[in-house]
């Protein structure tokens, strides 16, 4: 599916580092302290957003659900890249794609606590309840999962087992977007792998999964490198927020 265009795309230089403050005030407020420390942010700003392997569109957001993922949440941010996005030429289908698509990420944290109860019950002496090999409802979930999307990671299989009704839910959740979304497969993977590789959620296993699909897609190395380019930037954002709370 092809996104629609923005009026707002050709009119606003989405690589520059001005275009994330709310009026010039703030950026003359913080030249003001230190204007090599602002000419340094801008610059690092600008490698990755004036990068040629992504498109603007991908770019934007990729870096909208950085900030909106379970690990990073940041109000302003989101406020900021919403208005970003559309003005690279994304539309209001794709955000809600990217948001359906991020869910499955504070699962992630149930892959070492469900596999901790379960030896800590152990340990306690405490009595297993016996749990079915053949459960209809989580064969169900798996099997649409696989089909869907077109892999499945051991780490699941604790979680599917302890609690099927909430991973068929859980696999409900993780299927919509790429059986329904108006981003394409490859532009998903991408968003995995933007959430994947964030300092605030490095998590391995589900990066190498997303890579290796990605590249299966037809990826190039360029985009999956300026993928890891963004993450990077997320540390520009604290200087950001405290610039608009001193001056904005």
């Known amino acids: 599916m092809e996104p629609k265009k923005s009026s707002q795309s050709e009119s606003v230089d989405l690589t520059s580092f001005d275009q994330l403050f709310s009026r010039p005030a703030v950026i003359e ?16 700003w600008r490698a990755p957003m004036a990068g040629k392997h992504l498109t603007p569109r991908m770019k934007e957001l990729i870096y909208f659900a950085m900030h909106a993922s379970a690990s990073a949440l940041n109000v ?8 970003r996005v559309l003005a690279a030429g994304g539309t209001r289908e794709d955000i809600v794609d990217v948001l359906i698509s991020i869910v499955g990420l504070a699962n992630h944290a149930l892959y070492a606590s469900v596999p901790v109860l379960e030896q ?10 016996d749990l079915p090999d053949d459960n209809p409802t989580l064969a169900a979930a798996k099997k649409r999962f696989i089909e869907i999307r077109g892999f499945w990671n051991n780490e699941r299989e604790p ?5 099927p009704e909430y991973f068929a839910a859980l696999s409900d959740m993780s299927t919509e977007s790429w059986y329904r979304g108006s981003l394409t497969r490859k532009e998903r993977e991408f968003v995995c792998i933007g959430i994947d590789c964030t300092v605030a959620h490095t998590y391995e296993p589900g990066l190498r999964i997303h890579i290796k699909n990605a590249i299966r897609e037809g990826a190039t190395k360029g985009e ?13 954002e604290g200087y950001v927020l405290t610039a608009e709370a001193m001056f904005g």
């Open 29 to 44: 407020g913080m030249k003001g302290i230190s204007k090599t420390s602002y000419e340094v942010a801008a610059q690092f």
């Open 76 to 83: 302003d941010a989101l406020r900021r890249q919403q208005k």
């Open 120 to 129: 800590e019950w152990t340990a306690a002496d405490k009595v297993n309840e």
């Open 159 to 163: 979680v599917a087992r302890q609690m």
């Open 224 to 236: 999956i490198l300026e993928i890891f380019q963004l993450a990077a930037l997320m540390g520009l």
